[in-house]
């Protein structure tokens, strides 16, 4: 089966329906080709229900306040699952904290024997170097996607 020749045949007779209906010339023959004429006459006409001037406009606010929704939706459902991952963590210490804490601070002295107590001040100065920055450039996303 040769497609070429089938897609070149219909648009042949999408042509002449064309031109036919802008000639005004009588019935057709075919009925495929009183199809196109049916559906380039209907293409012809203007549009029954109009547009709004305002509708470009309308939508795109709708589409802007959708967006908003969605941002507060995921905001919301962060802030709900990292207080759910919270309240389970305090659980989870609270039943058996002590029997893993009491193993980490039993671990705390062999971890200064690397690097004497300069290692805690270590990981302390860089908590107080980076934590800000972090914090900030976070609370300005939130800012953003508010706004």
Do not use: K, T
């Amino acid at each position: 089966m040769n497609h070429s020749s089938d897609h070149e045949r219909e648009w042949q007779l999408q042509e002449q329906a064309l031109q036919a209906e802008r000639s005004g010339a009588g019935a057709a023959d075919s009925v495929r080709l009183q199809q196109y004429r049916l559906l380039a006459r209907a293409l012809a006409e203007p549009m029954a229900v109009g547009l709004a001037p305002d509708f470009a406009r309308e939508i795109a606010r709708r589409a802007e306040r959708e967006r908003l929704l969605d941002g507060q939706i995921e905001r919301r459902m962060l802030a709900i699952s990292l207080g759910l991952f919270g309240l389970i963590g305090l659980i989870c210490l609270m039943a058996q904290g002590p029997l893993w804490l009491g193993r980490l601070f039993d671990l705390l002295p062999a971890l200064s024997g690397l690097g004497g107590d300069w290692s805690l001040l270590a990981l302390a100065c860089l908590a107080a170097v980076y934590l800000p920055g972090l914090l900030s450039s976070h609370s300005l996303r939130l800012q953003a996607g508010q706004s």
